[in-house]
């Protein structure tokens, strides 16, 4: 099988690039259910993310984010699979990946997909996004994070909508309680999610590694977790060249700006009329005139 098809047939589709990954689910012809295989396939990039810290996109394809996990799986699945929680670890393992994971949700995400853009960092959206937790409907639960991570990012009683009453979000609605970061047209949806991984790329890597650690970290860790953090970004080098920089270019806008009114000021004295409207006197003579 060449390359190419081997990665057409691949339950993710992964791109590699210098300072982020671009990881594409691509199960299109089950609307990117979760399933084993893909599972698998996470684990996989998640090994290399934690090896080789990058920001990492997650998307679809074919217009679907993931409509959830595989039906087929879940109805042979028994207590024994549900004790390993086959999607909760993995989820939790993207949650607490060293930098930043960006989910392009479009159309539907749905169950284990719902739950899987819960577990990301950033959900952008489309105008089609549909995001929700039907579990309940098929006599089961949303047993891979969402009945505890939905509580935090939405609040308690949208939570309870979702998860017990089976509500599922329209994109505006989804942005406007902070599901969503944001909604933009579908063909702007990795632009958005590229611009997104520029900013963060343009920080120091490091400053966002420990800034996400210290952001999970249980309440009793702090302050301790963030003063340590701090003690180890003040002695990097990194800190050093990045703040002597940003006072460099300071300097220059000072002295831009000192330059700039000294020549103001040789010219009004080389031509008093020049003087400017604001000042009392000129608005005298041309008051006189």
């Known amino acids: 099988m060449s390359a190419g098809a081997a990665a057409a047939s691949s339950p993710v589709v992964v791109e590699r690039l210098a300072d982020r990954v671009i990881i594409r689910l691509n199960r299109p012809e089950v609307r990117n259910a979760i399933d084993q295989s893909m599972v698998d396939a996470l684990h996989a990039v998640c090994a290399e993310l934690e090896a080789d810290p990058k920001v990492a996109i997650l998307t679809g394809s074919s217009g679907v984010f993931a409509a959830g996990a595989d039906i087929e799986q879940l109805r042979n699945r028994g207590r024994d699979e549900a004790l390993a929680g086959i999607n909760s670890k993995l989820f939790t393992r993207i949650q607490e990946l060293p930098m930043p994971v960006i989910a392009l949700v479009d159309g539907f995400a749905l169950g284990g997909g719902a739950e899987l853009a819960f577990a990301c960092d950033f959900r952008i ?8 937790n039907p579990e309940a409907g098929l006599g089961i639960l949303a047993a891979a994070g969402a009945a505890w991570r939905l509580r935090e990012l939405i609040g308690e009683p949208r939570a309870k909508e979702i998860l017990l009453a089976g509500r599922t979000l329209q994109a505006e609605e989804a942005k406007a309680i902070g599901l969503l970061n944001d909604v933009v047209d579908p063909e702007d949806l990795e632009l958005a999610g590229g611009a997104l991984a520029d900013r963060i790329a343009s920080f120091a890597p490091l400053a966002v590694r420990l800034s996400k650690s210290a952001f999970h970290a249980p309440k009793d860790a702090h302050p301790l977790i963030d003063n340590l953090a701090q003690a180890v970004l003040f002695e990097t080098e990194e800190k050093y060249a990045r703040m002597d920089a940003f006072l460099a270019k300071r300097e220059v806008k000072k002295r831009a700006k000192a ?10 004295q080389a031509d008093p009329r020049a003087t400017s409207s604001t000042d009392p006197r000129a608005d005298q003579e041309g008051r006189t005139e």
């Open 259 to 268: 330059h700039a009114a000294a020549t103001e000021a040789m010219a009004q």
């Open 125 to 132: 959206g489309t105008p089609t996004t549909k995001i929700g």
